[in-house]
């Protein structure tokens, strides 16, 4: 059983670093080629930054992989026998905590170095150690609480419920939509400030849009995420009454007014086309197989790895194999995604025009430096989005690649 258990994830990181190794070969190939979309400065740095993005990755991969090991070889067992608690409920707790704070030791890292030195150099980051800190301990924060009401809930069912699984299916996903609809109102201020749109004309144009297709918002806002990183976005935040318009600081500065409202009118499409609706049901979907498989693990398992069947450990069972799930449940999701984005594409052109979204895509891919194209079997994997040279293609944009 161990065996099969280091087999089957041994494939999952192969998968992982195998993608990249292409990816890394396919970008540093076009690279070589001229310049599409991008200015040819642009072009060189947006693939420069992907090779070094992709390896980064592939380290952290390897890390995950030692990882593994760890817990699988004897660090459930350590942490097991540190929780000296005989409250069941209380011990999956702290059991979660502890296992969270390894996993921060293992990824702070690779986050310091994303943000100080690899962002940094690419000129997106403009963190500083104080404002990391901070958001390091508001994120801490938000994951001790939440995490410890989630693991003590899902404890009280695991003790109390033969199929527990359904149940503990249910709760996440009632979880997973409140903080959909808590997230721009509640969470999203804790990093971020919010502020009303001041620009009147375009405000009003906005809440024109906004109207045309029957929406109701909680209001238009920026937020100051220049204080983090120079990158260009905007989305719709929220479910019900929560849903806002919120617009990046640096969004409003580099596009017009028109390619703002088309970029705007894409977003609009995923509204119309019940896209959020669609995505929620299919990680419901990934959800709900998550909990039936970690649901129904054989004894055998537990005894394999030495720690007793508990709910502890059926939840470290989850956080370190659900994983695999995910990454092969993607290119289903992918290919969805890529479909929406083809229909949200045509809506916003059709909301101003194609040529006002192919300029606003085309700058958005210049300021964030997205290379803008990609290895097909990463696409199949990873891409949420088509490739921009497609999506540009659609629009009616010649582009001699």
Known sequence: MLITIGVIFFIYILVKVYISVMEIGYVSQEKKNRAVILTPSNYIKAAEYKIASQRMDIVGSLAEYIAFIFWIGF??????????????????????LGFGLVGFIFSLPFDIYKTFILDKKFGFSNMDAKLFITDMLKSSLMFIIFASLITWAIAKIIINIDDWWLWGFGLIFAIMIIINVIYPTLIAPIFNKFTILKNEELKESIEKLLSSVGLKTDGVFTIDASKRDNRLNAYFGGLGKSKRVVLYDTLIEKLSKNELLAVLGHELGHFKHKD??????????????????????PQELFDTIGIENTPYSIIAMIMIFSPILSLFFMPLFGLMSRNNEYKADE?????????????ALQKLANENKSFPKSHPLFIFFYHSHPPLVERLKRLGVKIDD
């Open 75 to 96: 660090g459930l067992k350590w942490l097991e026998g540190l929780i000296m608690v005989d409250d069941m409920a209380i011990k999956s707790v702290l059991f979660v």
């Open 276 to 297: 959020i609706i669609k995505n929620i049901a299919m990680v419901g979907g990934l959800l709900f197989l998550t909990f039936f498989i970690f649901g129904n693990l």
């Open 347 to 359: 809506f916003g052109a059709e909301c101003e025009s194609k040529e006002d979204l192919a300029s």
